[in-house]
Structure formats: C-alpha cells, structure tokens
C-alpha cells in the first residue's frame, strides 16, 4: 500500500524521524532553526497527505485550500492558536496536539521563572558580569520571598495544577482562576477559586497558563496590571497575546507591579530592541517553556504516533477537534 506523505515543517532529528519512514513517506523543511516560509508550505501541502507543524506555522485558510488531499495536522504543541481550527473543521481536517508530555516540563520552567524573577537571579549574574559585586551588602539585589506566599493561577489545566503542586512544596496558598472550577484542584491542592479581579487583588504571583483565545486576548490589560499588588510579580508562560505588552510596560515602568517573568511575547521572536527588555524588573526568556531534550523529543513522537494511528484509522491520541 502506498504510504501517506508527510510534510515536517522543521529539520527533526534524524534518530526521532528514522524509525517512522517505514510507514510514512516523509519530506521535511530542511532548516531547524528557522521556520518554513508559508510560500514552502503552501506549495508542500499540495501533496502532502498529513503535516507536521511547529507553533511558529500559520496553518491558516489558504493552506487548508492548497491542501486538496491533507487530511491531518499533527501540530508540535499543547497550544494550537497556530492553528486555525474551523478552517479545518471546515474542510474534514483532522488536528492534533501534543498535551501531557510536556506538563511536569513546563510545569517546572513557570516555577524556574516565577524564583528567578522572585530572587532576581538575572540581575544578579549580570552584576557579575558586569563587576559590581564588590561587597556584600544587607540589601544589595534582595528580592522577595517565594515561600509561604500565595501564587494566583489564571488557567488551571494540567499544567496549571503541575505548578500548583510545585507551590504546595514552597508552602504557598494556591488561588486559581478558571473558565469553570476544577473540583480536583480544589480537593487534592486546596487550591481556591476565584473570579478574576478578586486573584488579582490577592496574589503575590499571578502566573498566566491559559490558552490564547478570543476571550483570552489581552485579558491582562491596563485595568488587570492596576487590581494587582504593587508587589506582585507577573508569570507568562501561556501566550503573549494574553497580555497587552505596552499596559504591562507601563505597570513595571510606573512601579503598579513589581516585576514580571515572560517566556511569551506579543509577536515572536522578539529583538534585544523589545521595550520589556529595557526593564530590570522585567525576565525574558525565548519561548522555552517545553524546550527539554527528553520532552521536545516526546512531543515530536507524539505528533508521529497520531499520524500513524490516523492512517491506520485508530483513534487518535489527542485530536483537538473532534
Ligand atoms: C506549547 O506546547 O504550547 C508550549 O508553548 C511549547 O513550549
């Protein structure tokens, strides 16, 4: 039988592709640091039975439309905002995402972000860096404690609840706040719902986990950043479009908020020329949330195990549309 053709829009390691060639016949964008450029894939869908794209993809009307005979997307992320779901629903495409495998991974880079924003750890490497640690001093680079301070979840999905469990461990008050309550979150972290304002007036963290979507688009404005703490420190590790960048600006620059700690940004990637940059308060990472040899290596699989049991005509792993 003639196998389904692929289209990768990334350069994947060969030890993760080589095994599934056997039932796929697999082509891939040759570069792995760069995106395809969507002329490349408008073209490559043309033949291609499935794809498999990155977060970086516009998998957008016109592909569905070159795509005569692309019945799958397999897209390499829990977040599929890349992707849009009602032209697919639209034109009989199946689409899925890669949940679970990056939960724990993710889970620990939004702690990793929310300490070294907490304890200034970024301020504190430059300092060497730049020779200014030339005494200890009582209050030189102090930062605020982590422990026994109440953390504010907006999203409480798998990886909302993989963080909570990480705050337990620092001894923090979990409040969350959720399109609908999460019965388990409450039972098995006591973790307290609350409508939205109301996290924001009490958290010493509020950390951003919820999916991009029309209601979420720029949910964290100029009113959200004024409700918040002037101590609070704000996590991102959802999507940037969550947050309007120039409100949040605003709020460090004018000492509303204490600091923030994104891994997401508006438009990606962003330059060392990003306002954001430009604040000390302010900790920027490149979009790496899931970025573990061991996961991203999972995640790649898993967009190749729902291939495969899509054209073998089982149940899929994760469809995003049913
Ligand atoms: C995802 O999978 O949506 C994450 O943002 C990747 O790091």
Redesign the pocket.
């Known amino acids: 039988m003639k196998k389904p053709k692929i289209y990768i829009t990334r350069r994947l390691p060969d030890e993760v592709v080589e095994p599934y060639k056997n039932q796929l016949d697999i082509e891939m964008w040759d570069k792995e640091e760069e995106p395809v450029e969507h002329s490349v894939l408008l073209e490559k869908v043309r033949s291609a039975d499935g794809l498999l794209t990155m977060?970086t993809d516009p998998v957008d009307e016109d592909v569905f439309m070159e795509g005569q005979h692309l019945r799958i997307v397999a897209n390499?992320?829990?977040?599929y905002d890349n992707v849009d779901v009602s032209a697919a629903h639209k034109h009989g495409v199946a689409v899925t995402?890669?949940p679970d495998v990056?939960t724990d991974t993710?889970a620990d880079l939004t702690f990793a972000l929310l300490m070294s924003s907490a304890r200034r750890l970024l301020e504190a490497n430059h300092s060497i860096q730049r020779n200014e640690w030339n005494n200890w001093s009582p209050l030189w680079l102090a930062g605020s404690d982590v422990h026994h301070k109440t953390i504010g979840i907006v999203g409480m999905g798998r990886i909302g609840k993989a963080l909570a469990k990480r705050a337990k461990g620092f001894d923090m008050r979990v409040l969350y706040h959720n399109r609908s309550r999460d019965e388990e979150a409450e039972e098995n972290l006591g973790a307290v719902y609350m409508e939205f304002y109301e996290l924001l007036k009490f958290a010493d963290f509020v950390v951003c986990l919820t999916p991009l979507s029309d209601e979420t688009y720029h949910m964290f404005d100029k009113e959200a950043f004024e409700r918040m703490r002037n101590t609070a420190i704000f996590i991102n590790?959802?999507?940037g479009a969550t947050v309007d960048e120039k409100a949040l600006y605003h709020a460090v620059n004018n000492s509303e908020i204490a600091g923030a700690g994104l891994?997401?940004f508006e438009e990606e990637p962003i330059g060392s020329d990003h306002p954001l940059l430009s604040l000390p308060q302010v900790l920027c990472l490149p979009?790496?949330?899931?970025?573990t040899v061991e996961t991203r290596s999972n995640?790649m699989r898993m967009c190749f195990d729902n291939l495969i049991h899509f054209f073998e005509g089982k149940p899929l792993i994760s469809p995003v549309n049913k």
């Open positions: 977060l390499m992320a829990v977040g995402n890669t990056l993710t590790a959802s999507r891994d997401v979009h790496i949330g899931s970025a995640m």
